[in-house]
Nanobody, 124 residues
Framework: QVQLVESGGGWVKPGGSLRLSCAAS????????MGWFRQAPGKEREIVAS????????YYIDSVKARFTVSRENARNTVSLQMTHLKPEDTAVYFC?????????????????WGQGTQVTVSS
């Protein structure tokens, strides 16, 4: 079992930056691949990024490549999403999730544990 709590959301102007954090409690955090998802109003949830157990492998959807960076600190049981050059279309509730495998995955169904989400609003 893993419990996940996100923080760091808020309002930012287009072009700005935000850093989301996800704190995990439970056992063997370093055995889980982690992912960041988002859900905009009226849209389905989509995966944004994934990171493997060690942090050595990361994947991103095309729309956030070169703008977002996912990282993790296993010693602190945390995973982060650094978001830069934010756009209005990045506005969504962002969720972190844990997959019961060590390899990074962009398949949403492979994630078993979810946080409650944090709102990110990009607007002028």
């Amino acid at each position: 079992q893993v419990q996940l709590v996100e923080s760091g959301g808020g309002w930012v102007k287009p072009g700005g930056s935000l850093r989301l954090s996800c704190a995990a409690s439970g056992r063997a955090f370093n055995m889980y691949a982690m992912g960041w998802f988002r859900q905009a109003p009226g849209k389905e949830r989509e995966i944004v990024a994934s990171i493997n157990w060690s942090g050595g492998t990361t994947y991103y959807i095309d729309s956030v490549k070169a703008r977002f960076t996912v990282s993790r600190e296993n010693a602190r049981n945390t995973v982060s999403l650094q978001m830069t050059h934010l756009k209005p279309e990045d506005t969504a509730v962002y969720f972190c999730a844990a997959a019961q495998q060590s390899s990074a995955t962009m398949i949403g169904d492979e994630y078993s544990y979810w946080g409650q989400g944090t709102q990110v609003t990009v607007s002028s």
